[in-house]
């Protein structure tokens, strides 16, 4: 008996995502992720570009995480101008960037996952069965907003964040309000991310390489070199010598492996397994009261360790606020000239790894750029995961499909990332 | 009234203004970015009373701002309730300070147009609860042009207080009883005003006129025939390459005044608002009525309003021109159009 | 002291339709106070809002003979007259005016009168009519042209047959239907079946700018005096009265200085208007 | 008395997303109180985003992001024009094709080896397949007229795009011009309603939400010549676009 399970259009994710599952005689052959959205030719349209346009445009990959994208551009450009940026403009940019997270991984979790633990079809019937947790949801969403909004100007592709630092200074009095209502958002959290440990996901592991950011002293965002939990440890510009690009018929999205062709994940899981140690104190206490230990193994963990993340960033929040209002002046920019360079940027976006590596002219125009995001590394890992997570479903339940949906969706991929990307050889 | 003259020190001024922020708002000139901008003044250290040139946005902002609320409204199963907005305005008493004599001018020529047949209440109102303390310039940027417009750099009515610095002092000029009566309960703040402080401040006025008169210009209240004879002078189509029909300088002439109406209302259709705002003539929209004809489409007509608005309908309207020389539009122009040269050009024609 | 820019509110006391996008709103208002107040000349208008949706100008139409109402024959075209044609008998209004200057009835008294009217043009022009019929003695001949584009676009058909008891009605069609016997052309046409005395008769034209055009053409051809020839122009208009500057062309106000202009008055305008046959 | 403000019944509406990077159905999120709001004077029935998906033939309103790469979506953007009263096009992808965004007015139908096998590589705004009843311009969309927008919807009101130009906008907030300062603003040809953020926050306006009415590209391009403001070249390109479709 052979019969392929044809999964179309994945709801409830960032983009469109059609997953088959080949199944003959009770073996499961393959598992195909297939990005089946319009690839944007981002870095063909980079090409020729003024250097200071690369951010605007890179932002526009997602509208979900496009912070950490303008972010990324802007530092990958002064890393090939050879730039240093004040440290008070990477401290507003971290906030930016947090900011950025606390929203998606919100996006993912309330709006997305919650839904399946509750057995309905979107957060509108959650606001039936629990209206105060949405609403709550819905508050703390609109702070981490808020703080894109207020620091970077908008609250979608931020406009302050500009090659050199910021575009302009945060007021002294926009940094006290955001502080003010950090003491209730803290509060807030708390029911909001007990929902998640409370909520059930399905029970399935597998090990895998996990590979995120280290800077062995923090979780960082925009800075560190590369670590792997089977002992990896790179440069982010070594990028290109770790990490290979696959074309799959089937998709619009490139997928990468390891140079052994090993497949590997990122995201919040991979964070939290590698850098758990530096989480906040309040975060960790979480970990105890339900009595979870990291390393874990399962994907589904990746949505604990998010809402563990919600924690520890509003806390950090605190920590960088504080640093900050302390200041009397705001040291914002740094003039420069444009050059020819070559320079890589690896960030942490809310759903993992994330490169940009832009090559410069004398001019400062782009002459060669390629992007990588967290959900293209991870589509090989999801096929994996699908092939195993099938096999144990087998005979099991006789909704394969929505189990399916689950485990696409704790990745929480973003495809309108994945599928912009195309570079000629 | 007799003009009544008095001085104070810069101290005092200080001293008075903080007095009279109990009763009053103060609105006054400080420095935003790169710009001078008339602000609400919470903290009198950031008042800066000598700035060159003029604030970005002229004072018509206190009388006719942006946007106002003209009333609000509650819709019932069958009743409307209103609420004039006006109500709230008759509370406000405020302080204007540091306006300088061209946009005093540009406020009487406000008060032409607002105040005549009909009134426009919300315009009046604000001007009544509203003391003006001018204050003469010191240099001028090289866009005035007043003198050639008779509205500075001395201005005889429009004010309540008018200042000049003269060294460490500034003379007052008492210019309405309202502005008597302010500081009639200050009297030990101030002094009379000795004769040589006077003449100071006359002779610094010469200085600045002999500086803008140093422009070769006529004066544009004798412009009126030549504007009328020059209508479809090749000038408006040189112009009409260049402009943009961007509007900013509608936005900044103080004697621009047009409006564009309309209601906003919640989702429920309960509560709404009539709402005004400035418009701009050079927009397309500013004259397209629901059939989608637009009544000026050639941007050269557009241009040709604005100008002659100022030197000509005006006069008919309400008997003088409405230019002040306060050369904003000059300066914000992104094309760098010039309504000097535009006047110089036609007046050389003659 | 009033504020002129609050309606009085007014209910709509009745309504019917004239043609499929136009429709005679009665309305009254709702302060016995405000019925009293309100007196208007022929040819002036209103500031009408529905509130929540805006406010616009309207000529009024009629009621020039009535105690407790007037009447306005709306067109439907955008925001505001749509959500007026969805609201039923009873619904509340608000109502500004009445606003502008009206036809020059002083100087029409002993005067025959010629009345040009195309399209809803005719609304303004009604008022004169009835005035006409209240003092038929005051006036010499008067004689009223009306085009519509067809037959089914004629506005207060109804009432056709009791004007021509006192005046001279002609009317035609841009085009004709089965059941059309009269004329079909423009307005313009109607000029070959009357008789005017161009120096004793005073000329009111209200109608779409083109229409306008080519009557004041005409009228001057046959030699009217400028100082005869009246017309009631449209712009834009948002307050009414003579301070948002919409409806300016050339710097007059035409919600303050009209609608109603003799022609002299917009002969020398600078900016070209088509309505006044330059 | 009956009802004379009546609001007619819940209409139903659909949001639907072509490629596009979902940013301008982020802003409607990030609504969030009065999307709920909103939520309850409509009956959202599909939006893939969301979760939702009932069954419906008919739709009332149809908001469309992203823009059209694919014979699919072409399919795809035709199906929602058959099944919907008012279409809107939300965003630059939907309006324009991302032209204004992406700085991208040359580029149409290229050819290149793309993932999934596809040769050729194309993004058109919606209305070059359908009739658009309404554009939300902006890269993303401004969430204050998307709810404008809503209301007007709802009430049965013309929506009006804003008549200022960025350029006007920003004047109103005080600021001081960029273009003075050296910089190659396009605030004075785009079409305001964003409140002039980028200005405001000390940034050149890249002309996201498209052309302001009578938009006069020449002269913007000599005013920077004149300053000595070296042109960009999308300007260039742009004032090429808009003579080819005159
Ligand atoms: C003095 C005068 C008398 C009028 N008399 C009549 C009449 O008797 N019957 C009739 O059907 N129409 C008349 N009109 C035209 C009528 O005002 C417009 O059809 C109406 O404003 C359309 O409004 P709307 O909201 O439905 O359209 P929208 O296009 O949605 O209009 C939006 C706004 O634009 C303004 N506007 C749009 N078109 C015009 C216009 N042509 N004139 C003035 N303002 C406009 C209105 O203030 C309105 O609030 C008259 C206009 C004027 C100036
Ligand atoms: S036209 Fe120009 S110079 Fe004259 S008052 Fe207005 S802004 Fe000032
Ligand atoms: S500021 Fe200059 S470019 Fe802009 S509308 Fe006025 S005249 Fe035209
Ligand atoms: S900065 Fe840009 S938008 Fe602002 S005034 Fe200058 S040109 Fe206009």
Known sequence: ?425 | MLTKFLIISKQNLIHLLEKLSKKFVIFGPKKQNGNIIIDKINDLSHLVLEYEGRSLIPPKKFFLPPTEVLFEYEIEKDNIKIWDKLVELKKQKRILIGIKPCDISSLNILDKVFIREFHDPYVTTRRQNTIIVGITCETIVDTCFCVFTDSGPLVREGFDLLLTRIDESYLVEVGSEKGGQLISKFDELFQPAPQEFIRAREEKMESLIEKISSLVLPNFSEMYDIMVKNFHHEIWKELSNQCLSCGKCNFVCPTCYCFDVYDDVDLLLKHGKRIRRWDSCHFLSFTRVASGEVFRKERETRIKQRIYHKLVYSVNDIGVISCVGCGRCINVCPAGIDIREIVRELWRGE | ?278 | ?246
């Open chain 4, 1 to 246: 008395m009956k009802m004379s403000y009546e609001r007619n019944t819940k209409p139903k509406v659909g949001i639907f997303t072509l490629s596009s990077c979902e940013g301008c159905i982020v802003q409607i999120l990030n609504l969030e109180e009065t999307l709920l709001e909103i939520l309850e004077h409509i009956d959202l029935v599909d939006c893939r985003v969301l979760g939702v998906k009932h069954v419906y033939d008919k739709l009332d309103i149809a908001f469309v992001e992203g823009c059209v790469m694919s014979k699919e979506e072409e399919e795809e953007i035709k199906k929602i024009r058959e099944k919907t009263k008012i279409l809107v096009a939300l965003g630059d992808c939907a309006c324009s094709g991302g032209k204004f965004m992406m700085k991208d007015f040359e580029i149409s139908e290229l050819r290149v080896s793309l993932p999934g096998g596809r040769e050729v590589f194309r993004a058109d705004p919606i209305d070059k397949f359908v009739k658009v009843n309404y554009y939300l311009r902006g890269c993303p969309i401004n969430r204050e007229e998307f709810v404008e927008l809503v209301k007007d919807l709802l009430l049965l009101r013309l929506f009006k795009e804003s008549p200022l130009s960025v350029c006007s906008e920003c004047i109103l907030r005080e600021q001081e011009c960029l273009i003075d300062q050296g910089y190659p603003c396009l605030g004075p040809i785009t079409r305001g309603g964003c409140n002039a953020v980028c200005p405001y926050n000390n940034k050149i306006c890249y002309g996201c939400r498209g052309l302001s009415e009578d938009a006069n590209i020449d002269s913007l391009i000599n005013i920077f010549k004149r300053r000595g403001i070296p042109v960009p070249p999308y300007l260039l390109s742009l004032k090429k676009l808009v003579i080819s479709k005159r």
């Open chain 1, 1 to 425: 008996m052979e019969k392929i399970i044809e999964i179309k259009r994945i709801p409830r994710i960032e983009g469109h995502l059609d997953f088959d599952v080949k199944i003959t005689n009770n073996q499961v052959l393959y598992a195909h992720a297939k990005a089946v959205e319009g690839t944007r030719i981002l870095e063909k349209i980079l090409i020729g570009k003024n250097y200071w346009e690369v951010p605007e445009i890179t932002s526009r990959m997602c509208g979900v995480c496009h912070a950490i994208h303008k972010l990324t551009a802007v530092q990958a450009i002064e890393n090939a101008f050879n730039l240093e940026v004040p440290e008070d403009a990477i401290l507003i940019r971290k906030l930016i960037a947090i900011g950025g997270h606390i929203q998606s991984h919100l996006l993912h979790l309330h709006f997305f996952v919650l839904p399946d633990c509750f057995d309905v079809e979107s957060i509108l019937d959650l606001i039936n069965i629990n209206r105060e947790l949405v609403l709550k949801v819905i508050k703390l969403k609109k702070f981490s907003n808020d703080i894109i909004e207020r620091l970077g100007g908008t609250m979608v592709h931020p406009i302050v964040p500009i090659v050199g630092g910021l575009s302009r200074p945060p007021r002294k009095s926009t940094l006290l309000r955001i502080k003010e209502n950090l003491n209730e958002m803290k509060k807030l959290a708390i029911p909001i991310v007990d929902a998640i440990f409370n909520a059930r996901f399905p029970k399935f592991e597998r090990r895998t390489n996990y590979i995120a950011l280290c800077d062995e002293k923090s979780i960082p965002l925009l800075n560190g070199f590369i670590a792997s939990s089977n002992g990896l440890k790179f440069k982010p510009s070594e990028y290109l010598k770790y990490f290979i690009r696959k074309k799959e018929s089937y998709s619009t999205a490139l997928h990468y492996l390891l140079m052994n062709d090993e497949s590997y994940m990122v995201g919040a899981l991979s964070r939290l397994n590698i850098n758990f140690r530096y989480l906040t104190d309040q975060a960790k206490e979480f970990c105890k009261k339900y009595n979870i230990k990291f390393p874990m193994y399962s994907p589904f963990a990746n949505n604990i360790a998010q809402a563990l993340e919600i924690i520890h960033f509003l806390n950090e929040t605190e920590e960088i606020l504080a640093n900050l209002i302390g200041k009397k002046q705001i040291d914002y920019y740094t003039n420069f000239i444009p050059k020819a360079g070559d320079g890589v940027a690896a960030t942490e976006a809310p759903r993992g790894l994330l490169i940009h590596h832009y090559r410069t002219d004398r001019d400062g125009r782009v002459v060669w750029a390629n992007i990588i995001t967290p959900t293209a590394q991870n589509l090989k890992n999801m096929e994996i995961d699908g092939i195993n997570f099938v096999k144990a479903l087998l005979g099991k339940t006789n909704n394969i499909k929505k189990e399916v949906e689950k485990l696409v969706r704790s990745y929480d991929p973003c495809i309108s990332c994945a599928a912009r990307f195309y570079r000629e050889e």
């Open chain 3, 1 to 278: 002291m009033e504020n002129p820019y609050i309606p009085k509110l007014a209910i709509i006391k009745d309504y019917r339709d004239e043609t499929p996008d136009t429709r005679t709103f009665q309305v009254r208002f709702k302060d016995l106070e405000d019925i009293k107040k309100f007196k208007f000349n022929p040819g002036q208008f209103v500031e009408l809002t529905v509130f929540g949706y805006g406010e616009a100008p309207f000529s009024i139409s009629g009621g020039i003979d009535k105690e407790d109402y007037f009447e306005l024959t709306i067109r439907k075209m955008g925001t505001v007259t749509s959500a007026l044609f969805r609201m039923q008998r009873g619904s509340i209004i608000g109502i500004r005016g009445p606003l502008g200057r009206g036809w020059p009835i002083e100087k029409m008294l002993g005067k025959d009168i010629l009345i040009i009217g195309g399209g809803i043009g005719i609304a303004p022009l009604r008022p004169v009519i009835h005035y006409i019929k209240l003092h038929r003695e005051k006036f010499g001949k008067v004689i009223l042209m009306y085009g519509a584009r067809t037959p089914k676009d004629l506005l207060y058909k109804y009432e056709f047959d009791d004007w021509a008891k006192f005046i001279e009605v002609h009317l035609t069609v841009d085009c004709g239907d089965e059941t059309w016997k009269g004329r079909v052309g423009v307005v313009t046409v109607l000029f070959d079946e009357i008789e005017v005395i161009p120096e004793k008769t005073i000329a009111l034209q209200c109608g779409p700018p083109i229409m306008m055009h080519f009557v004041t053409k005409m009228l001057k051809k046959i030699g009217f005096p400028d100082e005869n020839i009246y017309l009631s122009l449209e712009r834009l208009m948002k307050c009414g009265m003579g301070f948002c500057g919409k409806c300016t062309i050339s710097g007059t106000y035409v919600c303050r200085h009209g609608p109603v202009f003799c022609y002299t008055e917009v002969r020398g305008f600078l900016e070209k208007i088509p309505e006044a046959g330059e």
